[in-house]
Protein backbone atom coordinates (compact mmCIF):
# COMPACT_ATOMS: atom_id res chain seq x y z
CA UNK A 1 0.00 0.00 0.00
CA UNK A 2 3.07 2.38 1.05
CA UNK A 3 4.41 1.50 -2.54
CA UNK A 4 1.37 2.26 -4.66
CA UNK A 5 0.99 5.77 -2.66
CA UNK A 6 4.44 6.24 -3.46
CA UNK A 7 3.68 5.76 -7.21
CA UNK A 8 0.59 7.79 -7.15
CA UNK A 9 2.87 10.43 -5.65
CA UNK A 10 5.92 9.64 -8.24
CA UNK A 11 3.28 9.99 -11.33
CA UNK A 12 1.67 13.05 -9.83
CA UNK A 13 5.16 14.72 -9.65
CA UNK A 14 5.94 13.70 -12.86
CA UNK A 15 2.81 15.35 -14.28
CA UNK A 16 3.08 18.53 -12.84
CA UNK A 17 7.15 18.21 -14.04
CA UNK A 18 5.96 17.43 -17.65
CA UNK A 19 3.53 20.56 -17.08
CA UNK A 20 6.04 22.85 -15.82
CA UNK A 21 8.90 21.71 -18.70
CA UNK A 22 5.85 22.15 -21.44
CA UNK A 23 5.72 25.64 -19.93
CA UNK A 24 8.78 26.67 -19.76
CA UNK A 25 9.79 25.51 -23.22
CA UNK A 26 6.86 27.37 -24.58
CA UNK A 27 8.50 30.68 -22.54
CA UNK A 28 11.66 29.67 -23.63
CA UNK A 29 11.16 29.63 -27.48
CA UNK A 30 8.91 32.68 -27.12
CA UNK A 31 11.71 34.35 -25.59
CA UNK A 32 13.80 33.65 -28.52
CA UNK A 33 10.93 34.39 -31.09
CA UNK A 34 10.64 37.83 -28.79
CA UNK A 35 14.85 38.11 -29.33
CA UNK A 36 15.08 37.59 -32.74
CA UNK A 37 12.60 40.09 -33.69
CA UNK A 38 14.06 42.42 -30.85
CA UNK A 39 17.26 42.22 -33.12
CA UNK A 40 15.97 43.01 -36.68
CA UNK A 41 15.21 46.27 -35.61
CA UNK A 42 17.18 48.94 -36.63
CA UNK A 43 19.27 51.13 -33.90
CA UNK A 44 17.72 54.75 -33.15
CA UNK A 45 20.40 57.39 -34.94
CA UNK A 46 22.48 58.97 -32.36
CA UNK A 47 21.96 62.43 -32.46
CA UNK A 48 24.53 65.07 -30.09
CA UNK A 49 24.10 68.48 -28.84
CA UNK A 50 27.61 69.20 -28.88
CA UNK A 51 27.53 73.08 -27.85
CA UNK A 52 25.44 75.77 -27.32
CA UNK A 53 26.32 79.36 -27.29
CA UNK A 54 23.67 81.83 -25.33
CA UNK A 55 22.81 85.76 -26.26
CA UNK A 56 19.56 87.74 -25.75
CA UNK A 57 17.96 87.14 -27.98
CA UNK A 58 19.79 84.24 -30.24
CA UNK A 59 20.68 80.39 -29.67
CA UNK A 60 23.60 78.98 -31.24
CA UNK A 61 24.34 75.23 -31.79
CA UNK A 62 26.24 72.42 -32.69
CA UNK A 63 24.49 69.26 -33.31
CA UNK A 64 25.78 65.99 -34.80
CA UNK A 65 23.81 63.49 -36.23
CA UNK A 66 25.09 60.09 -37.21
CA UNK A 67 22.68 56.74 -38.53
CA UNK A 68 24.76 53.22 -38.46
CA UNK A 69 21.78 51.49 -39.23
CA UNK A 70 20.56 53.91 -42.27
CA UNK A 71 17.35 54.09 -40.39
CA UNK A 72 16.60 57.36 -40.27
CA UNK A 73 14.30 59.31 -42.70
CA UNK A 74 16.53 61.97 -43.50
CA UNK A 75 13.55 64.31 -44.57
CA UNK A 76 12.12 64.14 -40.93
CA UNK A 77 15.58 65.44 -39.11
CA UNK A 78 15.09 68.28 -37.36
CA UNK A 79 16.05 70.50 -34.67
CA UNK A 80 13.10 72.36 -32.44
CA UNK A 81 13.30 75.39 -29.54
CA UNK A 82 10.30 75.24 -27.66
CA UNK A 83 9.14 77.91 -25.77
CA UNK A 84 5.58 78.91 -24.11
CA UNK A 85 5.10 81.33 -27.04
CA UNK A 86 5.60 79.18 -29.80
CA UNK A 87 8.20 76.77 -31.07
CA UNK A 88 10.95 77.30 -33.63
CA UNK A 89 12.12 74.49 -36.01
CA UNK A 90 15.25 74.46 -38.26
CA UNK A 91 16.10 70.76 -40.68
CA UNK A 92 19.15 69.16 -40.18
CA UNK A 93 21.28 66.80 -42.41
CA UNK A 94 23.48 63.89 -41.21
CA UNK A 95 26.96 64.81 -39.97
CA UNK A 96 27.76 68.04 -38.42
CA UNK A 97 25.04 70.96 -37.70
CA UNK A 98 25.50 74.42 -37.07
CA UNK A 99 22.68 77.09 -36.86
CA UNK A 100 21.08 79.74 -35.24
CA UNK A 101 17.55 79.92 -33.45
CA UNK A 102 16.96 84.38 -33.91
CA UNK A 103 14.59 86.75 -32.62
CA UNK A 104 14.18 85.30 -29.18
CA UNK A 105 12.93 86.88 -25.89
CA UNK A 106 15.38 87.87 -23.47
CA UNK A 107 15.63 86.34 -20.44
CA UNK A 108 13.41 83.52 -21.29
CA UNK A 109 13.64 79.41 -20.68
CA UNK A 110 13.41 76.76 -24.24
CA UNK A 111 13.73 73.49 -24.38
CA UNK A 112 16.06 72.79 -27.44
CA UNK A 113 15.32 68.97 -29.08
CA UNK A 114 16.57 67.15 -31.84
CA UNK A 115 13.67 64.92 -33.94
CA UNK A 116 13.76 62.25 -36.02
CA UNK A 117 11.72 59.11 -37.68
CA UNK A 118 12.40 56.11 -38.55
CA UNK A 119 8.94 55.18 -40.18
CA UNK A 120 7.01 54.82 -36.53
CA UNK A 121 6.59 58.26 -35.81
CA UNK A 122 9.00 61.36 -34.41
CA UNK A 123 11.46 59.87 -31.96
CA UNK A 124 13.48 62.73 -29.48
CA UNK A 125 17.21 61.94 -30.40
CA UNK A 126 18.47 64.43 -27.77
CA UNK A 127 17.15 67.85 -25.83
CA UNK A 128 18.42 70.37 -23.34
CA UNK A 129 17.24 73.29 -21.45
CA UNK A 130 18.51 76.74 -22.71
CA UNK A 131 17.70 80.21 -21.54
CA UNK A 132 18.08 83.44 -23.36
CA UNK A 133 20.28 86.37 -20.98
CA UNK A 134 22.45 89.63 -22.79
CA UNK A 135 25.66 88.69 -21.73
CA UNK A 136 29.81 88.87 -23.22
CA UNK A 137 29.96 86.36 -25.26
CA UNK A 138 30.74 84.67 -29.16
CA UNK A 139 29.56 81.90 -31.71
CA UNK A 140 30.55 80.74 -35.18
CA UNK A 141 27.16 81.11 -36.28
CA UNK A 142 27.33 79.30 -39.51
CA UNK A 143 29.52 77.51 -42.23
CA UNK A 144 27.80 77.25 -45.80
CA UNK A 145 29.44 75.92 -48.66
CA UNK A 146 29.60 78.49 -51.47
CA UNK A 147 31.42 77.60 -54.50
CA UNK A 148 33.14 74.07 -55.71
CA UNK A 149 35.96 74.62 -57.86
CA UNK A 150 38.24 71.61 -59.40
CA UNK A 151 40.60 71.64 -56.68
CA UNK A 152 39.23 74.34 -53.68
CA UNK A 153 36.41 74.98 -51.75
CA UNK A 154 35.13 78.25 -51.05
CA UNK A 155 33.18 78.61 -47.67
CA UNK A 156 31.03 81.36 -45.92
CA UNK A 157 31.15 81.88 -41.70
CA UNK A 158 29.10 83.52 -39.85
CA UNK A 159 30.37 85.29 -36.69
CA UNK A 160 28.41 86.16 -33.77
CA UNK A 161 29.22 88.30 -31.07
CA UNK A 162 28.30 90.57 -28.08
CA UNK A 163 30.19 92.43 -25.07
CA UNK A 164 27.44 93.82 -23.00
CA UNK A 165 29.79 93.61 -19.80
CA UNK A 166 32.33 95.29 -22.22
CA UNK A 167 35.08 92.50 -20.93
CA UNK A 168 37.02 92.47 -24.67
CA UNK A 169 39.55 95.18 -26.17
CA UNK A 170 39.14 92.52 -29.41
CA UNK A 171 38.18 89.75 -31.10
CA UNK A 172 39.79 87.61 -34.00
CA UNK A 173 38.69 84.44 -35.95
CA UNK A 174 41.74 81.76 -35.92
CA UNK A 175 41.35 79.25 -38.38
CA UNK A 176 43.37 76.41 -40.33
CA UNK A 177 43.17 73.68 -43.05
CA UNK A 178 44.66 70.29 -42.02
CA UNK A 179 45.09 67.05 -44.03
CA UNK A 180 44.16 63.59 -41.99
CA UNK A 181 46.93 63.32 -39.05
CA UNK A 182 48.15 66.74 -39.68
CA UNK A 183 49.39 68.71 -36.81
CA UNK A 184 48.25 72.59 -36.80
CA UNK A 185 50.86 74.20 -37.01
CA UNK A 186 49.63 78.15 -38.00
CA UNK A 187 46.61 79.70 -38.55
CA UNK A 188 45.26 82.48 -40.04
CA UNK A 189 43.58 85.43 -38.12
CA UNK A 190 40.60 87.97 -39.14
CA UNK A 191 39.60 91.02 -36.82
CA UNK A 192 35.89 90.58 -35.48
CA UNK A 193 34.41 94.04 -36.30
CA UNK A 194 30.81 94.01 -36.08
CA UNK A 195 28.45 92.21 -34.55
CA UNK A 196 27.18 90.21 -36.99
CA UNK A 197 29.83 89.61 -39.20
CA UNK A 198 30.06 87.29 -42.38
CA UNK A 199 33.75 85.99 -43.37
CA UNK A 200 34.91 83.67 -46.53
CA UNK A 201 37.29 81.01 -46.52
CA UNK A 202 38.71 80.64 -50.00
CA UNK A 203 40.91 78.04 -51.37
CA UNK A 204 40.25 75.34 -48.70
CA UNK A 205 41.50 71.93 -50.41
CA UNK A 206 38.49 69.31 -51.65
CA UNK A 207 40.52 66.45 -50.51
CA UNK A 208 39.58 65.13 -46.90
CA UNK A 209 40.25 68.42 -45.16
CA UNK A 210 39.67 69.28 -41.96
CA UNK A 211 38.89 72.84 -41.16
CA UNK A 212 39.75 73.58 -37.51
CA UNK A 213 38.22 77.59 -36.51
CA UNK A 214 38.37 78.96 -32.93
CA UNK A 215 36.53 82.57 -31.72
CA UNK A 216 39.03 84.12 -29.31
CA UNK A 217 38.85 87.66 -27.23
CA UNK A 218 41.80 89.40 -25.57
CA UNK A 219 40.01 90.52 -22.28
CA UNK A 220 40.70 94.55 -21.20
CA UNK A 221 42.13 93.12 -18.04
CA UNK A 222 44.48 90.96 -19.56
CA UNK A 223 44.67 87.51 -21.05
CA UNK A 224 42.78 85.62 -24.08
CA UNK A 225 39.43 83.42 -23.62
CA UNK A 226 38.26 81.19 -26.51
CA UNK A 227 34.59 82.26 -27.28
CA UNK A 228 33.61 79.41 -29.49
CA UNK A 229 34.98 76.27 -31.57
CA UNK A 230 34.52 74.88 -34.43
CA UNK A 231 36.06 71.66 -36.48
CA UNK A 232 34.19 71.09 -39.75
CA UNK A 233 35.06 68.53 -42.73
CA UNK A 234 35.04 69.14 -46.35
CA UNK A 235 32.33 66.88 -47.87
CA UNK A 236 33.62 63.06 -48.45
CA UNK A 237 34.16 62.10 -51.54
CA UNK A 238 36.97 59.69 -52.76
CA UNK A 239 40.03 60.77 -55.01
CA UNK A 240 40.62 57.96 -57.58
CA UNK A 241 42.19 57.39 -60.72
CA UNK A 242 41.83 54.56 -63.62
CA UNK A 243 43.88 54.31 -66.32
CA UNK A 244 43.59 52.03 -70.05
CA UNK A 245 46.53 50.58 -69.61
CA UNK A 246 46.07 47.83 -72.38
CA UNK A 247 43.96 47.41 -75.10
CA UNK A 248 43.32 44.66 -77.61
CA UNK A 249 40.93 42.64 -79.77
CA UNK A 250 40.04 40.26 -76.89
CA UNK A 251 41.21 41.76 -73.67
CA UNK A 252 40.91 45.87 -71.99
CA UNK A 253 43.75 45.79 -69.21
CA UNK A 254 43.15 48.69 -66.20
CA UNK A 255 45.42 50.53 -63.73
CA UNK A 256 43.32 51.98 -60.41
CA UNK A 257 44.68 53.92 -58.08
CA UNK A 258 43.15 53.77 -54.75
CA UNK A 259 42.09 57.08 -52.50
CA UNK A 260 45.44 57.54 -50.42
CA UNK A 261 43.80 58.79 -47.24
CA UNK A 262 40.73 56.85 -46.68
CA UNK A 263 41.69 53.00 -46.61
CA UNK A 264 39.35 51.53 -44.72
CA UNK A 265 35.59 50.05 -44.50
CA UNK A 266 35.74 50.32 -48.46
CA UNK A 267 35.57 48.10 -51.21
CA UNK A 268 35.73 48.61 -54.49
CA UNK A 269 34.40 46.68 -57.76
CA UNK A 270 35.04 46.76 -61.47
CA UNK A 271 31.74 45.74 -63.78
CA UNK A 272 32.06 45.50 -67.16
CA UNK A 273 28.70 46.05 -69.65
CA UNK A 274 27.57 45.48 -73.50
CA UNK A 275 24.92 47.19 -74.54
CA UNK A 276 23.21 47.66 -70.62
CA UNK A 277 23.91 44.38 -70.17
CA UNK A 278 25.98 43.50 -67.11
CA UNK A 279 28.21 40.66 -68.07
CA UNK A 280 31.08 40.29 -65.84
CA UNK A 281 33.15 41.40 -62.68
CA UNK A 282 36.82 41.62 -62.34
CA UNK A 283 38.97 40.96 -59.91
CA UNK A 284 41.29 44.05 -58.97
CA UNK A 285 44.40 42.79 -57.59
CA UNK A 286 47.02 45.08 -55.87
CA UNK A 287 50.10 45.18 -57.92
CA UNK A 288 52.74 44.78 -55.20
CA UNK A 289 55.29 43.93 -57.60
CA UNK A 290 55.77 47.27 -59.29
CA UNK A 291 57.97 49.37 -57.35
CA UNK A 292 57.69 52.62 -59.49
CA UNK A 293 53.64 52.39 -60.35
CA UNK A 294 51.74 49.79 -58.09
CA UNK A 295 48.23 50.59 -57.73
CA UNK A 296 45.71 47.93 -58.79
CA UNK A 297 45.65 45.82 -61.88
CA UNK A 298 42.31 44.46 -63.30
CA UNK A 299 41.45 42.94 -66.76
CA UNK A 300 38.17 41.99 -68.50
CA UNK A 301 38.92 38.66 -71.24
CA UNK A 302 37.64 37.06 -73.66
CA UNK A 303 35.86 40.07 -74.96
CA UNK A 304 34.21 40.39 -78.16
CA UNK A 305 36.23 42.07 -81.18
CA UNK A 306 35.76 45.56 -82.65
CA UNK A 307 33.32 46.07 -79.62
CA UNK A 308 32.71 48.88 -77.54
CA UNK A 309 31.73 48.24 -74.27
CA UNK A 310 31.34 50.38 -70.56
CA UNK A 311 33.36 49.72 -67.55
CA UNK A 312 32.10 50.82 -64.38
CA UNK A 313 34.37 51.53 -61.07
CA UNK A 314 32.04 51.50 -57.76
CA UNK A 315 33.19 51.73 -54.48
CA UNK A 316 31.15 50.57 -51.06
CA UNK A 317 32.12 52.45 -47.85
CA UNK A 318 31.16 53.55 -44.30
CA UNK A 319 31.05 57.32 -44.52
CA UNK A 320 33.16 58.29 -41.59
CA UNK A 321 31.37 61.35 -40.59
CA UNK A 322 27.45 60.09 -40.97
CA UNK A 323 28.56 56.33 -40.36
CA UNK A 324 26.02 55.02 -43.17
CA UNK A 325 27.28 52.72 -45.85
CA UNK A 326 27.11 54.30 -48.92
CA UNK A 327 27.64 52.92 -52.47
CA UNK A 328 29.15 55.37 -55.72
CA UNK A 329 29.94 55.35 -58.74
CA UNK A 330 33.93 56.51 -59.30
CA UNK A 331 34.29 55.82 -62.88
CA UNK A 332 32.13 54.97 -66.04
CA UNK A 333 33.56 55.38 -69.32
CA UNK A 334 33.47 53.57 -72.79
CA UNK A 335 36.00 51.31 -74.77
CA UNK A 336 36.14 49.76 -77.88
CA UNK A 337 38.28 46.75 -78.33
CA UNK A 338 40.46 45.72 -81.51
CA UNK A 339 39.51 44.85 -85.05
CA UNK A 340 41.60 42.20 -86.99
CA UNK A 341 45.29 41.29 -86.63
CA UNK A 342 47.09 38.21 -86.46
CA UNK A 343 50.78 37.91 -84.55
CA UNK A 344 52.73 34.58 -85.21
CA UNK A 345 55.82 34.60 -83.69
CA UNK A 346 59.35 32.33 -83.16
CA UNK A 347 61.35 32.19 -79.87
CA UNK A 348 64.98 30.55 -80.18
CA UNK A 349 66.95 30.61 -77.15
CA UNK A 350 70.63 30.57 -77.52
CA UNK A 351 73.54 30.89 -74.95
CA UNK A 352 74.14 34.50 -74.88
CA UNK A 353 70.64 35.65 -76.25
CA UNK A 354 67.20 34.90 -77.42
CA UNK A 355 66.29 35.35 -81.35
CA UNK A 356 62.45 36.42 -81.73
CA UNK A 357 60.68 36.42 -84.90
CA UNK A 358 57.39 38.09 -84.77
CA UNK A 359 54.93 38.32 -88.13
CA UNK A 360 51.90 40.67 -87.77
CA UNK A 361 49.05 41.04 -90.44
CA UNK A 362 48.05 44.25 -89.36
CA UNK A 363 45.07 45.33 -91.71
CA UNK A 364 44.44 48.42 -89.82
CA UNK A 365 48.03 49.09 -88.38
CA UNK A 366 47.59 49.28 -85.20
CA UNK A 367 50.84 48.41 -84.29
CA UNK A 368 54.19 49.83 -85.20
CA UNK A 369 56.60 49.39 -82.64
CA UNK A 370 57.76 46.16 -81.70
CA UNK A 371 59.84 46.01 -78.37
CA UNK A 372 61.24 44.37 -74.95
CA UNK A 373 61.31 45.01 -71.34
CA UNK A 374 63.74 43.17 -69.43
CA UNK A 375 62.68 43.99 -65.34
CA UNK A 376 65.04 42.52 -62.54
CA UNK A 377 63.49 40.16 -60.06
CA UNK A 378 64.61 41.86 -56.28
CA UNK A 379 62.49 40.03 -53.52
CA UNK A 380 59.19 39.82 -55.50
CA UNK A 381 59.68 43.63 -56.73
CA UNK A 382 60.35 44.37 -60.75
CA UNK A 383 63.36 46.78 -61.26
CA UNK A 384 63.36 48.37 -64.63
CA UNK A 385 66.79 47.19 -65.89
CA UNK A 386 66.46 47.62 -69.95
CA UNK A 387 64.47 48.40 -73.16
CA UNK A 388 64.89 48.52 -76.69
CA UNK A 389 62.13 49.47 -79.62
CA UNK A 390 62.17 47.92 -83.56
CA UNK A 391 60.74 48.51 -86.53
CA UNK A 392 58.62 46.59 -88.72
CA UNK A 393 59.35 45.53 -92.04
CA UNK A 394 56.44 45.11 -94.67
CA UNK A 395 55.86 42.61 -97.49
CA UNK A 396 53.19 41.89 -99.65
CA UNK A 397 50.67 40.01 -96.39
CA UNK A 398 51.98 42.17 -93.22
CA UNK A 399 55.21 42.75 -91.33
CA UNK A 400 57.55 41.19 -89.48
CA UNK A 401 60.87 41.69 -87.46
CA UNK A 402 63.39 39.80 -86.04
CA UNK A 403 64.04 41.00 -82.31
CA UNK A 404 67.66 39.91 -80.59
CA UNK A 405 67.54 40.21 -77.19
CA UNK A 406 70.87 39.71 -75.13
CA UNK A 407 70.51 37.82 -71.76
CA UNK A 408 71.53 39.73 -68.50
CA UNK A 409 73.41 38.90 -66.19
CA UNK A 410 70.36 38.61 -63.56
CA UNK A 411 69.73 35.85 -61.31
CA UNK A 412 66.19 36.39 -61.93
CA UNK A 413 63.88 39.05 -63.91
CA UNK A 414 61.10 39.32 -66.19
CA UNK A 415 61.65 39.56 -70.22
CA UNK A 416 58.20 41.07 -71.63
CA UNK A 417 58.07 41.06 -75.49
CA UNK A 418 54.71 42.77 -77.51
CA UNK A 419 53.97 45.30 -80.40
CA UNK A 420 52.53 48.60 -79.66
CA UNK A 421 50.64 51.71 -81.15
CA UNK A 422 53.68 54.53 -81.86
CA UNK A 423 50.47 57.29 -80.60
CA UNK A 424 48.78 55.09 -78.14
CA UNK A 425 50.38 53.84 -75.52
CA UNK A 426 47.53 51.93 -74.53
CA UNK A 427 47.29 50.15 -77.93
CA UNK A 428 49.73 47.01 -77.15
CA UNK A 429 49.77 43.22 -77.44
CA UNK A 430 52.28 41.45 -75.41
CA UNK A 431 53.22 38.28 -76.90
CA UNK A 432 55.60 36.81 -74.52
CA UNK A 433 55.57 37.48 -70.81
CA UNK A 434 58.10 35.03 -68.87
CA UNK A 435 60.03 34.91 -65.21
CA UNK A 436 63.40 33.53 -66.45
Do not use: C, W
Not at 311 to 330: F, G, M, Q
Amino acid sequence: MANKDKYRKQKKDKKRYEVLRSFMSSFTLTAIVVVAVAMSIPKSPVAIIQNVNIFENEIVYQVLVTDEDQALDLSSLKIVLNGQLGDYANPLTLGLNVGVFEGLRPNTSYKLEVYGSKGYGAEKLASMRVETKASSNGAIASYELVDRLDFYLNYEVNIIYSDVNQLYSEVNLYYTYLYPDEVPDFYDVIPIISSNQKIELNNVPNEHTTVHLYLEATLIEGGNVILDELTFYVPFELSTYLYLEQVSSSNLKFQFYEDYYFTENIEYKAKIYYRHMFIGEANMISDETDMYHGGTIFNFLGLKKDTTYKVEVSSTYIDPYTLRKETVILHEEEYTTLGNYDIEYEMTEYDQYFEVYIYLNDPNHYFQVPYYFIYEMVDGMKVYYESQEFGFTPDATGKYVTLIVYKPDLENYQLIIGVKNQMDQAINDIIIDQII
